[in-house]
């Protein structure tokens, strides 16, 4: 009898999208508090800005041996469009 196999979900890049998740809608309430924020840098480049900080992150975990391996490169962009589409939603609920 062989066991079923399922799908080896990295676990970096799950926890990318959530974290992009989380702050397209943190950006959205923070952009609608401070608008002077949104003047100096557009907003979806902060979180590019996000991305960026993630990385860097998983990678220094990657290179000490913490994690298993660095953030798969076809989660990035799916995590900065989910990440991307949350702001958005969230801010045409804001208003």
């Given at each position: 009898?062989?066991?079923?196999?399922?799908?080896?979900?990295?676990?970096?890049?799950?926890?990318?999208?959530?974290?992009?998740?989380?702050?397209g809608a943190?950006?959205?309430?923070?952009?609608?508090?401070?608008?002077?924020?949104?003047?100096?840098?557009?907003?979806?480049?902060?979180?590019?800005g996000?991305?960026?900080v993630?990385?860097?992150?998983?990678?220094?975990?990657?290179?000490?041996?913490?994690?298993?391996?660095?953030?798969?490169?076809?989660?990035?962009?799916?995590?900065?469009?989910a990440?991307?589409?949350?702001?958005?939603?969230?801010?045409?609920?804001?208003?």
């Amino acid at each position: 009898m062989t066991d079923a196999t399922r799908p080896n979900l990295p676990l970096p890049g799950l926890i990318f999208v959530a974290v992009m998740l989380v702050a397209g809608a943190v950006l959205a309430f923070v952009f609608k508090a401070e608008p002077a924020l949104v003047q100096a840098i557009p907003g979806l480049m902060w979180l590019l800005g996000v991305a960026l900080v993630f990385d860097i992150g998983v990678n220094v975990l990657a290179m000490r041996g913490r994690v298993e391996g660095a953030l798969p490169m076809a989660w990035r962009p799916g995590g900065f469009v989910a990440g991307g589409l949350v702001h958005v939603a969230t801010t045409a609920l804001l208003g």
